[in-house]
């Protein structure tokens, strides 16, 4: 399962590229917006610090929800760097833009995906990626996960090569029962990623060698 991270903060994203383990970052508006750029040469040149740092798909989403806007934005962001994945909501118009960038060999994620239906239509207009929201169902008491399963289970069965990039993952048992689930992308806050990490045992394990090897000094 490839990693990717979930945030626009450069910070955040120089620190995962740095654990060797980053396969490429989402941003959407709300994670943009919390980095306090404004107006389009800040935010074009954010996304090329971005890409800068890592070497994988770097999803930037587009602020119009008509099909024109969407594809006027589409190419602008794609022309700023080869790894510019172009991020559309799951809509109708969402659609055809999924449809007209995947006809130019755009990558493309659609998002805000929330069921099974949603994630077909995605796929069969030729979308990169499906990004369903686990952490947003999980909200409103339904299971994100089972839908992350259920998609790769449709997918699978069909032969879609769209990949299911689990989104709105907000800890580390979230990135665990998607592996389960066979989701091929992982968009995890830095926080869930560090998680993965934590082990008491290990600590305690390597407790006992600092304190051993410092016997040997
Ligand atoms: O990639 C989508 C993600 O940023 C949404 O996360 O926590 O706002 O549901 P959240």
Redesign the pocket.
């Known amino acids: 399962m490839k990693f990717f991270i979930?945030t626009a903060n450069i910070d955040q994203i120089r620190q995962a590229h740095e654990m060797g383990i980053l396969d490429g970052v989402?941003t959407?508006p709300?994670?943009m917006a919390k980095e306090g750029v404004k107006g389009k040469e800040q935010i074009f040149n954010h996304y090329k610090t971005i890409c800068s740092i890592v070497d994988g798909p770097v999803s930037a989403e587009v602020f119009a929800t008509d099909y024109e806007g969407m594809i006027r934005e589409g190419e602008e962001l794609a022309a700023i760097d080869p790894k510019i994945t172009v991020k559309l909501p799951c809509t109708k118009d969402g659609i055809r833009a999924v449809k007209y960038f995947s006809s130019k060999n755009v990558a493309t994620n659609c998002?805000l995906v929330f069921s099974v239906g949603q994630a077909l239509l995605a796929a069969k207009a030729g979308a990169t990626f499906v990004?369903p929201?686990v952490?947003?169902l999980d909200?409103i008491s339904e299971d994100g996960v089972a839908l992350i399963s259920h998609i790769v289970n449709v997918f699978n069965c069909y032969g879609f090569q769209t990949q299911v990039l689990a989104?709105?993952?907000?800890h580390t048992n979230h990135i665990i029962r998607c592996l389960d689930a066979g989701a091929d992308v992982a968009?995890c806050p830095l926080s869930a990623i560090e998680g993965l990490l934590k082990h008491p045992l290990t600590d305690k394990g390597l407790d006992t060698f600092v304190k051993d090897a410092a016997k040997m000094q």
């Open positions: 979930d989402t959407n709300s994670l998002t990004s929201f952490g947003r909200d989104a709105s993952i907000r968009t």
